[in-house]
């Protein structure tokens, strides 16, 4: 079974179902996702800079990536190949191991990018969170944009500092 696709077995089995019994499954399944000792034992397992499977929300696909920011039950994920910055709770997403990635049966295939916007500043706004690397030491640094410039934003952090970061080095984060 290819980990880049939904699992046929699992949608086989769903289909027979009625609409008022996959409605009642999905409640149980928000309850069950809600629990916060699931949300600490997900956090637990999962560490900065580890490689991670997570589901796209939009589509169910599974993806790709590595963990560069943790709070709490949430982590942000820096998805392989697209580069995109996704904002997710810990339980949306599982840890493996290296040996476990380099078995992927198939290459990863990402979604199509958006048309881009003429102007790359059009597509921030104040208030976005984003996700740039530092040049010097390459770690990536996650914050909020707190002023639109015309070349550059302005980023602020949790620690109360900013840093100016032209848009083309800006990743927005899918808070999801």
Partial sequence: MNSQTNDPRMIEALQ???????????AIIEAMLADPRRGMAARANLHLGQTVRFVDFRD?????????????????VLEQGTQRSWKMPCVAMQGYTDAERHT?????DPPPEPVAAPSQARKFQRGDTVTFDERRTGRAITGVIVRINQQTATI?????????VPFDMLRQVLDI
């Fill in 16 to 26: 027979g179902a009625s609409s008022l019994q996959l409605y009642q499954l999905k």
């Fill in 60 to 76: 169910g696909q599974m993806r790709s990536g590595k963990i560069i920011a943790m709070r709490d039950t949430q982590a942000t």
């Fill in 104 to 108: 992927e049966q198939a290459p990863y």
């Fill in 156 to 164: 602020g952090l949790a620690d109360a500092t900013t840093w100016r």
